[in-house]
C-alpha cells in the first residue's frame, strides 16, 4: 500500500520537461498502428463510430445472440435439478408429508429459464 501513496493518476509518469520524456509519454498514450493506416481509412472508421445504425444494429445483434444462445444454454446445461423435501418451505413441505408420507425424500423439478 506504500507504493501506492506517491502514484498519481493525473501526472505523467515521465518528466515533461526533457525530450525524451515527453516521448516516452506520447508512445504511451498514443496507439502507433493508427500511423499504418491513410487518413481516409481512419475517417471511415471514425463516421462508422457515429453512424446512425449503430444502436439499432446493436440491439438486432443482441436479439440474434439471444434467439441462438438461450436455446444452446439450454441444451447444454441441465434444467433438472432436486432438493430435499427438508428444505422446502413449510406449507409445501406438510403438503407432500400428508399426501405421500416419508417415502418422498427429494422433489425433483424443472429450473426453466
Known amino acids: 500500500m506504500e507504493a501506492l501513496k506517491g502514484f498519481d ?4 509518469r515521465w518528466d515533461q520537461s526533457t525530450f525524451m520524456g515527453r516521448l516516452k509519454h506520447f508512445f504511451n498514450i498514443t496507439d502507433c498502428r493508427t500511423v499504418l493506416l491513410p487518413d481516409s481509412r481512419l475517417d471511415e472508421a471514425k463516421a462508422l463510430k457515429i453512424t446512425f445504425l449503430h444502436g439499432p444494429l446493436q440491439v438486432m445483434m443482441v436479439g440474434v445472440f439471444l434467439i441462438f444462445m438461450v436455446p444452446a444454454a439450454c441444451s447444454l446445461f441441465p434444467q433438472r435439478c432436486s432438493m430435499a ?3 422446502l418451505e413449510p406449507e409445501l413441505r406438510e403438503s407432500i408429508i400428508s399426501q ?3 417415502r418422498v425424500s427429494y422433489v425433483y ?4 429459464l
Open 9 to 12: 493518476i493525473d501526472a505523467p
Open 109 to 112: 423439478f424443472n429450473k426453466g
Open 100 to 102: 405421500y408420507g416419508d
Open 85 to 87: 423435501v427438508s428444505k
